[in-house]
């Protein structure tokens, strides 16, 4: 894997295990609540947990649409690992295995459905890495301009066309918007339309779009492809 030749080889297993020791400890000490204000496409301003109107996943038939478990991540989890550290089974679709495979290790360790994320990437830009939208939403995940200064501070990404960097400031705020609802629908319109933005809907009572619906259908498509194999 071009990304990680260089990087240290190292067990899975033994990175989630005492990564999840050090963010509880984190998570104790601020709280568990994020200090960044998340944004993607508008720009939004922290609402308290209190104020957020939230809906349930109640069938055990249904999909895990993402995770929760109560850790609050301030830095990014380590990029110490090389290929075959994971049990990964790639997709049939538009991004190269190398890039799938670091997507799935950044599923892994901030506990976020894999195909998930990548029916995000389908839609958002059809895995064009080198998309830039009108509204200024950059690359894979279509990072908005408006995030790059605090993904830039927290991460050290640089460069929002370059795929690996996407990827992981995409997964990044995913995991931080998870971190705040929970729910994937709530958190996928937080992604595409900011939290003010998505809050006015949920105060709507409204707590689907077209733009969830859609990914969560090819999150279906990219699952039963999974379980075919």
Known sequence: MNYSKNLRKAAMARRVISLTVVAAVLGLA???????????????KNEGKEDIHTS???STETLVYGAYDDRCFTEEI????????????????GMPEEQQE????LCTGYNIDFTLVMALIEHESSFDPG???STNDYGYMQINASNHEWLT??????????PYQNIRAGVFVLRKLFERYQDADMVLMAYNMGENGAKRLWDKDIFST???QS????????NDQLEGD
Do not use: M, N
Request: proline residues 2%.
């Open 153 to 162: 501070e927290t991460l050290g990404v640089t460069d929002y066309l370059d």
């Open 102 to 105: 670091f997507v799935f290790y």
């Open 56 to 58: 349930e996943q109640v």
């Open 78 to 93: 380590s990029l110490d690992w090389d290929a075959g550290d994971l049990d990964f089974t790639p997709l049939d679709c």
């Open 210 to 212: 077209s733009y969830t």
């Open 30 to 44: 601020v709280g568990g609540v994020s200090g960044y204000a998340l944004k993607t496409h508008i720009t939004a």
């Open 215 to 222: 990914i969560l259908t090819i999150q279906q498509r990219f």
């Open 131 to 133: 998309v830039i939208s």
